[in-house]
């Protein structure tokens, strides 16, 4: 009896058991990675964005449930069966069925569509804007770990997390690289150029247990490191030494790079770096590196042009400027919000004007002037400068003191001349400069002339005599002052003092010169500024202050656009546009950041200065996952989340959040931001120094190393390309810092138009700078860039394409800097090899790829050699001109044996596992 009651036991048992695995419920609908997909792939097109066909639209949860025109919701949470929605998809008559015109949604897709409205419709955010609060290492068991060691093949928390996804396709980590491929990547990836062989051999020699971190940790204290990242960044920041548009003007904008490259080797702290870059010049009292670091937003295109529409143009750069942060910061294509909502992501169309706001206020114009500049005086002028600071401290006005600082050094606030109107027998030259004819006249409208004391005009004129009355609400209004316009060599700023009065009133500017010829100009005029000036005294201290200050405002140092807001007084109100029109404007809006993403941080200002601040809040979701993930492609040739720009719900679902999410927290809360200490845990881990050699069996499971079960092999970038040949062959300049160089180009590649700007090629050391020194010209980069895929940074670039294309090959063979640089390296191997050819080869082929070469390539190089000799012993001019020497050197007798080799260095440095990464 006990035994059936045993047997009966454990058949109800197993029964239960098996009816717990038969009748198990299915998870959940997870709406983010399985529903949003679907409805972006099908749906949104015709419901979402800018289309809501039928009164439908499954952009946002509000809109998804709420009526339709039919007068009733398309979703029913919770019964799918009386849903229009599924109805719609699921019908036979091609007229109605949803997608109109399209194949039917297949029988899985709608099922997923009809269990997520049984369970109730739930809406979920997209993984990328939440953010979890701790995300736990994989670390499975071992006894290594027991004790706080690693396991064997695991270097950090990283390759847990690489090692757990490998399982999915039951790969493993390749061996590690041998001692001089990871040296080699460890040295481009860090500071951008090769080591030497005596660092190779060095290192190759160390037996120490940590000589790889002594490594990484002395790469990162270099001054070339700074010089790699920010050339990075540069394609980021659009960075360029014109203006762009057509005429495509110079601009100084180079202290940008300098307090760039200095950034990155300081490790200036990530949020720092952000806030300085966004709004530099609202921190209290801002240094001059933090204006500096506003450049960042005046790389801009500016089209001053003439008879350009300025303000057509400073929209511009304010869109851009918008739609850069959100690229740069956050990978959102925020620019999609400029006419309508987002068509796939959770941003609506109010949310782009609202955040313009925060950058409709900053002071630049589309101005020839390309101001505000911050200026930079030389030693002597800038302790004048301090002079003047001094004296007036002395008058007690602390608010005057930061006021002439910033005049001083900026010249702003200023009203520019094409703000005028209402002008009388005189134009508006090319839109931009004010020209009146004597008795005519102008309007500036609304200023404010509270406090304010005394009045300038830049401007330039030809003529002797001649002035200008300033006058209060009409032409025949109160005399607030004349100014005496003497003739100029050029433009010049000139002041006159202003009777004190209040409120704010549009000024009539009477222009008056008799002797001017009836259709003659008096003057030119740029811009206006009034400000409330030095305290008026008679003493000669006084006086020869002012007089200091006029002649220091006049003076023309060195300078660079930076970022400034406009006062109060001048504050610009920012209305919707609507379908993106900037000339059809709709409601005005406020400064205010998605509500999809993180809260406005506390007691922050509603300015820019509080915009960087949510930008690089610990609560913002994107932030810190952008700057690993663009970090991580830079190191592994593609980021843990594709495409670079986008973490939206269009962006190819990933495996790697987890490690993601890991490396982001850790960045913001153990790292301090330390954008050296995060790649320093990049390149220590063991999924980066894997060897890149292919395993057929591994390639066939994950062709695009997706999986990371191999290292890292890509073409390096445009200016590695060159930096590294100039350095192997001896001729990199380490010079740093300063304007940019103009190495060799052939003639005619500028077109230059409006001016007689054109290509000086740089002499000595300056022709072999490193490529992010080079000029760049925006409708006319530097040619053998472009060929590898550089930008010309008209616009922000987060990640370069790959191509493969002869013209790379003809550069490489042909481009002048190349040829010299094989014929420096020629002249290396000749002196290594003593005359033994096996010899100079072999050193040749070492110095570039950082090991001995094969047998097989020492036998391909010298028949390469021995062909080349029998040609130029043929003809020996063609030897002199390949060298590019004079025809005396022709009786030279080993001139056709330099050349030889020459072309055997040259073959070097085109081979393609010198040009790559591995």
């Given at each position: 009896?006990?035994?059936?009651?045993?047997?009966?036991?454990?058949?109800?048992?197993?029964?239960?058991?098996?009816?717990?695995?038969?009748?198990?419920?299915?998870?959940?609908?997870?709406?983010?990675?399985?529903?949003?997909p679907?409805l972006?792939k099908?749906?949104?097109t015709?419901?979402?964005?800018?289309?809501?066909?039928?009164?439908?639209?499954?952009?946002?949860?509000?809109?998804?449930?709420?009526?339709?025109?039919?007068?009733k919701?398309?979703?029913?949470?919770?019964?799918?069966?009386?849903?229009?929605?599924?109805?719609?998809?699921?019908?036979?008559?091609?007229?109605?069925?949803?997608?109109?015109n399209?194949?039917?949604?297949?029988?899985?897709?709608?099922?997923?569509?009809?269990?997520?409205?049984?369970?109730?419709?739930?809406w979920?955010?997209?993984?990328?804007?939440?953010?979890p609060?701790?995300?736990?290492?994989?670390?499975?068991?071992?006894f290594?770990g027991?004790?706080?060691?690693?396991?064997?093949?695991?270097?950090?928390?990283i390759?847990?997390?690489?090692?757990?996804?490998?399982?999915?396709?039951?790969?493993?980590?390749s061996k590690?690289?041998?001692?001089e491929?990871?040296?080699?990547?460890?040295?481009?990836?860090?500071?951008?150029?090769?080591?030497?062989?005596?660092?190779?051999?060095?290192?190759?020699?160390?037996?120490?247990g940590?000589?790889?971190?002594?490594?990484?940790d002395?790469?990162?204290?270099?001054q070339?490191?700074?010089?790699?990242w920010?050339?990075?960044?540069?394609?980021?920041a659009?960075y360029?030494?014109?203006?762009?548009y057509?005429?495509?003007?110079?601009?100084?904008?180079?202290p940008?790079?300098?307090?760039?490259?200095?950034?990155?080797?300081?490790?200036?702290?990530?949020?720092e770096?952000?806030?300085?870059?966004l709004?530099?010049?609202l921190?209290?009292?801002?240094?001059?590196?933090?204006?500096?670091?506003?450049?960042?937003?005046?790389?801009?295109?500016?089209?001053?042009?003439g008879?350009?529409?300025?303000?057509?143009?400073?929209?511009?750069?304010?869109?851009?400027?918008?739609?850069?942060?959100?690229q740069?910061?956050?990978?959102?294509?925020?620019?999609?919000v400029?006419c309508?909502?987002?068509?796939?992501d959770?941003?609506?169309?109010?949310?782009?004007?609202?955040?313009?706001a925060?950058?409709?206020?900053t002071?630049?114009?589309?101005?020839?002037?390309?101001?505000?500049?911050l200026r930079?005086?030389k030693?002597?002028?800038?302790?004048?400068?301090?002079?003047?600071?001094?004296?007036?401290?002395?008058?007690?006005?602390?608010?005057?003191?930061?006021s002439?600082?910033?005049?001083?050094?900026?010249?702003e606030?200023?009203?520019?001349?094409?703000?005028?109107?209402?002008?009388?027998?005189?134009?508006l030259?090319?839109?931009?400069?004010?020209g009146?004819?004597?008795?005519?006249?102008?309007r500036?409208?609304?200023?404010?002339?509270?406090?304010?004391?005394?009045?300038?005009i830049?401007?330039?004129?030809?003529?002797?005599?001649?002035?200008?009355?300033?006058?209060k609400?009409?032409?025949?209004?109160?005399?607030?002052?004349?100014?005496?316009?003497?003739s100029?060599?050029?433009?010049?700023?000139?002041?006159?003092?202003?009777?004190?009065?209040?409120?704010?009133?549009?000024l009539y500017l009477i222009?008056?010169?008799?002797?001017a010829?009836?259709?003659?100009?008096?003057?030119?005029?740029?811009?206006?500024?009034?400000?409330?000036?030095?305290?008026?005294s008679a003493?000669?201290?006084?006086q020869?202050?002012?007089?200091n200050?006029?002649?220091l405002?006049?003076?023309?140092?060195?300078?660079?656009?930076?970022?400034i807001?406009?006062?109060?007084?001048?504050?610009?109100?920012?209305?919707?546009?609507?379908?993106?029109?900037?000339?059809?404007l709709?409601?005005?809006?406020?400064?205010?950041?998605?509500?999809?993403?993180?809260?406005?941080p506390?007691?922050a200002?509603?300015?820019?200065?509080g915009?960087?601040k949510?930008?690089?809040?610990?609560?913002?979701?994107?932030?810190?996952?952008t700057?690993?993930?663009?970090?991580?492609?830079?190191?592994?040739?593609?980021?843990?989340?594709e495409?670079?720009?986008?973490?939206?719900?269009?962006?190819?679902?990933?495996m790697?959040?987890?490690?993601l999410?890991?490396?982001?927290?850790?960045?913001?809360?153990?790292?301090?931001?330390?954008?050296?200490?995060l790649?320093?845990?990049i390149?220590?881990?063991?999924?980066?120094?894997?060897?890149?050699?292919?395993?057929?069996g591994?390639?066939?499971?994950?062709?695009?190393?997706?999986?990371?079960?191999?290292?890292?092999?890509?073409?390096?970038?445009?200016?590695?390309?060159?930096?590294?040949?100039?350095a192997?062959?001896?001729?990199?300049?380490?010079?740093?810092?300063?304007?940019s160089?103009?190495?060799?180009?052939?003639?005619?590649?500028w077109?230059?138009?409006?001016?007689?700007?054109?290509?000086?090629t740089?002499?000595?050391?300056?022709?072999?700078?490193?490529?992010?020194?080079?000029?760049?010209?925006r409708?006319?980069?530097y040619?053998s860039f472009?060929?590898?895929?550089?930008?010309?940074?008209?616009v922000?670039?987060?990640?370069?394409?790959?191509?493969?294309?002869?013209?790379?090959?003809?550069?490489?063979?042909?481009?002048?800097?190349?040829?010299e640089?094989?014929?420096?390296?020629?002249?290396?191997?000749?002196?290594?090899?003593?005359?033994?050819?096996?010899?100079?080869?072999?050193?040749?082929?070492?110095?570039?790829?950082l090991?001995?070469?094969?047998?097989?390539?020492?036998?391909?190089?010298?028949?390469?050699?021995?062909?080349?000799?029998?040609?130029?012993?043929?003809?020996?001019?063609?030897?002199?001109?390949?060298?590019?020497?004079?025809?005396?050197?022709?009786?030279?007798?080993?001139?056709?044996s330099?050349?030889?080799?020459?072309?055997?260095a040259?073959?070097?440095?085109?081979?393609?596992?010198?040009?790559?990464?591995?």
């Amino acid at each position: 009896m006990k035994k059936k009651v045993v047997v009966v036991s454990l058949l109800l048992s197993a029964i239960v058991v098996v009816g717990l695995f038969t009748f198990k419920k299915e998870d959940p609908v997870d709406f983010s990675a399985e529903v949003k997909p679907i409805l972006n792939k099908h749906c949104i097109t015709c419901h979402g964005g800018v289309k809501k066909n039928g009164g439908f639209s499954l952009l946002f949860e509000n809109e998804a449930f709420a009526k339709a025109e039919s007068g009733k919701p398309a979703i029913i949470a919770g019964d799918a069966d009386h849903s229009e929605f599924i109805k719609r998809l699921t019908i036979d008559d091609p007229e109605l069925r949803m997608p109109y015109n399209a194949p039917r949604l297949s029988d899985d897709e709608i099922d997923i569509l009809k269990r997520w409205i049984n369970e109730g419709a739930k809406w979920g955010k997209h993984w990328a804007y939440t953010l979890p609060e701790k995300v736990e290492v994989p670390k499975p068991f071992s006894f290594a770990g027991l004790f706080g060691m690693n396991p064997s093949g695991i270097s950090n928390n990283i390759d847990y997390f690489v090692q757990d996804k490998m399982k999915e396709k039951d790969l493993s980590f390749s061996k590690e690289a041998d001692k001089e491929t990871l040296l080699r990547r460890l040295y481009l990836d860090v500071v951008g150029i090769p080591p030497s062989l005596t660092e190779l051999q060095s290192f190759v020699n160390d037996t120490r247990g940590n000589a790889y971190e002594l490594r990484v940790d002395s790469l990162l204290a270099s001054q070339q490191y700074g010089e790699k990242w920010a050339s990075w960044w540069l394609d980021l920041a659009r960075y360029a030494d014109t203006k762009g548009y057509e005429k495509d003007g110079s601009r100084q904008i180079w202290p940008y790079r300098d307090w760039l490259i200095k950034a990155f080797n300081k490790d200036m702290p990530f949020d720092e770096f952000t806030v300085q870059q966004l709004a530099g010049d609202l921190l209290p009292d801002p240094t001059k590196d933090q204006l500096i670091a506003t450049a960042f937003h005046r790389n801009t295109m500016n089209n001053d042009e003439g008879g350009t529409d300025s303000e057509e143009f400073r929209v511009a750069s304010v869109l851009d400027r918008v739609n850069t942060t959100y690229q740069v910061w956050l990978s959102t294509t925020f620019e999609c919000v400029q006419c309508h909502s987002h068509t796939y992501d959770p941003f609506k169309f109010e949310e782009y004007y609202k955040s313009v706001a925060f950058f409709n206020n900053t002071r630049d114009e589309d101005t020839q002037g390309d101001h505000p500049r911050l200026r930079f005086y030389k030693a002597e002028d800038e302790s004048r400068v301090d002079s003047i600071k001094s004296w007036l401290t002395q008058k007690g006005n602390q608010k005057l003191i930061r006021s002439t600082d910033l005049f001083l050094h900026t010249l702003e606030p200023k009203i520019h001349a094409h703000y005028s109107d209402q002008v009388e027998n005189g134009a508006l030259y090319d839109t931009k400069w004010l020209g009146i004819r004597s008795g005519g006249s102008a309007r500036l409208k609304h200023i404010t002339l509270q406090g304010k004391k005394q009045f300038y005009i830049n401007y330039w004129t030809s003529l002797n005599g001649g002035a200008i009355e300033v006058r209060k609400g009409s032409k025949t209004g109160p005399l607030l002052t004349t100014v005496q316009l003497p003739s100029t060599s050029g433009r010049q700023v000139i002041q006159a003092d202003l009777k004190e009065d209040t409120g704010v009133h549009d000024l009539y500017l009477i222009f008056k010169n008799t002797t001017a010829a009836k259709d003659q100009p008096i003057c030119m005029i740029e811009w206006f500024a009034l400000r409330e000036g030095f305290p008026v005294s008679a003493d000669p201290e006084s006086q020869r202050m002012q007089n200091n200050f006029m002649q220091l405002i006049n003076a023309n140092p060195e300078s660079v656009p930076v970022m400034i807001e406009n006062p109060a007084e001048m504050h610009r109100k920012t209305h919707v546009f609507e379908r993106g029109n900037r000339l059809a404007l709709g409601k005005e809006v406020q400064p205010a950041v998605p509500e999809t993403l993180n809260p406005f941080p506390k007691g922050a200002p509603n300015n820019r200065l509080g915009f960087a601040k949510w930008i690089v809040s610990k609560d913002n979701p994107l932030t810190a996952r952008t700057l690993v993930n663009r970090i991580w492609a830079q190191l592994f040739g593609r980021g843990l989340v594709e495409p670079l720009g986008d973490m939206g719900t269009q962006s190819t679902p990933s495996m790697h959040i987890d490690l993601l999410d890991y490396l982001a927290l850790d960045l913001m809360q153990n790292k301090k931001w330390s954008m050296k200490a995060l790649i320093k845990d990049i390149v220590m881990s063991s999924t980066y120094k894997q060897s890149s050699s292919l395993n057929q069996g591994d390639v066939e499971k994950d062709p695009a190393n997706i999986f990371l079960a191999r290292g890292p092999r890509f073409r390096l970038s445009a200016e590695q390309i060159r930096d590294q040949t100039l350095a192997v062959s001896g001729l990199l300049s380490s010079k740093m810092y300063g304007p940019s160089v103009m190495p060799y180009q052939p003639d005619g590649v500028w077109m230059t138009v409006y001016s007689g700007e054109s290509w000086a090629t740089s002499t000595g050391e300056d022709q072999f700078r490193r490529g992010l020194y080079t000029f760049l010209k925006r409708t006319s980069p530097y040619p053998s860039f472009i060929s590898f895929d550089a930008s010309s940074r008209e616009v922000c670039l987060v990640d370069r394409i790959r191509t493969n294309t002869p013209l790379q090959a003809l550069t490489t063979l042909n481009d002048p800097v190349y040829l010299e640089a094989a014929k420096h390296l020629s002249t290396l191997m000749q002196k290594e090899g003593a005359g033994d050819s096996k010899k100079i080869i072999s050193y040749g082929y070492k110095k570039l790829m950082l090991k001995n070469p094969s047998a097989e390539k020492v036998v391909a190089l010298e028949k390469l050699y021995k062909e080349a000799l029998q040609n130029f012993n043929k003809k020996p001019a063609e030897a002199a001109k390949f060298m590019a020497v004079d025809a005396s050197d022709l009786k030279d007798p080993s001139l056709t044996s330099k050349a030889a080799y020459m072309v055997v260095a040259n073959a070097l440095l085109n081979l393609d596992e010198f040009l790559t990464k591995s």
